[in-house]
C-alpha cells in the first residue's frame, strides 16, 4: 500500500513538469510581442516600446531563462513589483476580455464547478443502474435495448445532441432555457443584499433563502446535465454490464442462489457491491473527465464556465488566456486523478497487493 | 511394429479433429487475425456498420456527379445563394451560384431547376452541398490522422517497449503528460495556438489531432510487443546476430501490429467527431468550406429560431451520427472479438 502510494504520488512532480514543458513548448509559437501579454496589459505601440518589453522580460533570453522567467515572474528591481510568474497563480492578461487570466477564471471556475456538482449523480446513479439491468436480464429486451441505446449514444456527438435538445425543450416548448440566469435572477443575484457564500450559484441561492433563483438556476441548468450525462451513460453502462455479467457467473453467486435466497437480494446485495469496483474507478475518472470536457456543452448552452472562456479565447485566438485556461485544467487534473487513484487503492484490494 | 493403415469408416476422426478446408486467405494473415476478420462480419449490427461505412464512401466518392461543383476550382466552396443572413427553407428556388444539372436530377425532381433539396443556412450556404461534398472532408482529415497518428504511436510505442528499462519508463512518462490534458480541450489550444502560422484551413486541426492522438496506438502496441519479444525466434534471430532495428521492423512488428490496425482502422468515426467539434468550436477551415462541423456551427446563431430552422441542425446532425454510428457498429463488433475471454469460442 505504502509502495503503491509512493510510486503514485512521485509521479506527480514528473507530470507538472511535463505539462508545464508542453504547454511553455506553445507558447513559443506566439511571436514575443504576443508573448508579452503574459506580463503586460496593452499591446507595446511602437518598435521602441517593443524592443523596451522584450528586453525586460528577456522575451529574447534562451529558451531554458524565458521557462524560469515564466514559472517565478520577473520581478522589477526599483519597485520589487512582481509580474507573470505562473506558479503565483498569475497566468498572464487576457486582451480579448480586458481582464488578467487568473480573475476570469476565478470568476467562470464557480459556475463550471456547480454544473459538474449537479452532473455527477444522475451520470453515475442511471449508468450503473443502466448497466446492471442489462446484466440481470442478458440478452433480454432491456439489455438489447440498452445495447442500442449505448451505440447511438456514443455516436451523438456532444454538439449535435445539444443542439436537439436546445431545438426541442427551449425553441419549441420552451422549457429550458440557455445560459445561466433570467435577467431578473441576474439582478436579484448581483444586488448587494445577495451574499457569496460559496460562489456556487445553487448553494448560495439556498443560504440566501431564495428558493426561486435557485428553482431558475436548475432550469438553465437542466439540459446541461443532460447532456453531459447522456453521453456518459453509455460507457458506464457498458462498463458495469460486463462486470456485472462476470460477477454473477462467480461461485459465490450459486451458493447464494442455493441457500435459497431471494434473487433480489442475490443481485443486490452479493453480486452488486462486487461489480461495482470498475464502476467507482470509472466514477472517480468521470468526475475529473466532467471538469475537464465542458467545453463543447458550455459553448452549445452558452453557459458562462470556463469551457466557454477558454473556446470563446481560442475562437479569437487570444493565446495566452487559452494557455492559462490550460495550465489551471492540468494541475486540477493532476491532483483529482491523484485523489482517485489513491482512493481506489483502498476500495480494490487487488491494486494496492498488485 | 505393424503399419497403422486407417481403414473403415473415418467420419468421426474427420468430425473430431479440425479437417476444414484452409484458405490461401487465412493462411496468409495467420488463425488468429482470421479470426479477427471473419469475426467482424459475423453481427447484424457490424454488417449494418459496414453498409453504412460502405454508403458514405460511395457518396464521397461520386460528390460531383451528385451535385456538381459551382467552381470547379475549388469544389470544397459551398456556393451562396445571396447574402442574407435568414436561413431558407427547404425546397426553395436556387437564384445565384446555381451549380450544372447532375444526371438524376430532372427523372426525381421533375424540374430542371435547382431547389434548395435541404435548405440553406446562414449567409445563403446550400445545406445539401455541404454534406455531399464535407463527406470528402471527412474522409480526408479522417484518413490522414489516422494513419500518421497510427505511424507515429507505433513507432514510439514499439521502440518503448522493445528497448525497455530506463527507454521505456521515459516515453511512458511522456505519454502520461499527453494524456494529462482532455483531449479536446488539448486539440483546440495547440489548434489555436498554430492558427496564425498556417492560416485558416484543415491544417491546424490535423496537427492537433494528431499531436493529441498517438498515446493510445503506443500503449497497445507496447503491451502487444511486450508478450512477442519473449518468443523463441525473436530469441533465434538476436542469437545468429540479427540487428536490433530489423529484429523489431521484420520479425517484431510485423506479428503484432494486426490489432492495433485494425484497432486504428476503425478510429476514423472518432477523429472525424473530433474534427467536427474543432470546427463547430469556430477553429479550423475558413468559412464557407465544405464541413460538416462547420455547417453545424452555423446553427449556434440561431438557438431561439431553431423551431422554425430546424433543417440546419437535423440533416447535418443525423450526417454526422450516422456516420459515427457506422464506425461504432463495426468497432463494437471488434472489442467482442479481441476480448481475451471470447478467444477460442469461434
Redesign the interface.
Known sequence: MVTYITRRLL?VP??LV??T??IFG??Q??SPIERSALYIRDVPKNDRAVEGVIKQYGLDKPLYVQYWKWLVGVTNEKTGERRGGILFGDFGYSRVASQPVADLIKNRFPNTLDLTLWAVAPVILVGIWLGVQAAVHQNGIIDQAARIFS??G???????FG??M??IF???LHWFP?GRLSDWANRVVLADTFHHYTQLLTFDSLLNGRFDIFLDALRHMFLPILTLSYISWATFLRVTRSSMLETLRMEYVTTARAKGLPEKDVIYKHAQPNAMIPAVTLAGFSVV?LL??V??TE??F?YPGI?QA??Q???Q?D?VT??G??LF??FI??VS?LVVDVLYAFVDPRVRLS | MAELTPTGDNTLLRETTALREIGWFERFLGPENYRILTGLLKTPASILGFILIGLFIIISLGAPLIIPPTTPNDPYKIPRDGFSPNPKPMGSEWKRNVPPLPFWYKPIMKSDKWVHILGTSTGQYDIFYGIIWGTRTAFRTGFIVVITTFLIGTIIGAVSAYYGGAVDNVIMRIVDVFLTLPFILAALILAAVITPRFGKSLIPAIIALVTFGWMGYSRIIRGDILSIKERDYVMAARVIGVKDNRILFRHIIPNAIFPTLVLASLAIGDVVLSFAALSFLGIGTEIGYADWGQVLSFARNWITSLNQYWYIIVWPGITLVLFVMGWNLVGDALRDVLDPRMRGKS
Open positions: 509521479l514528473v507530470l511535463g505539462v514543458i508542453l506553445m507558447l509559437f506566439l451505440i447511438v456514443t455516436s451523438f456527438p456532444t454538439f449535435v443542439l436537439l436546445l431545438m427551449y425553441a419549441n440557455p473527465g475537464g470536457g467545453v463543447i459553448t452549445v452558452t469551457g477558454a473556446a479565447a481560442a475562437a485566438l493565446v487559452v494557455l485556461f490550460a485544467n492540468g487534473l493532476i486523478n
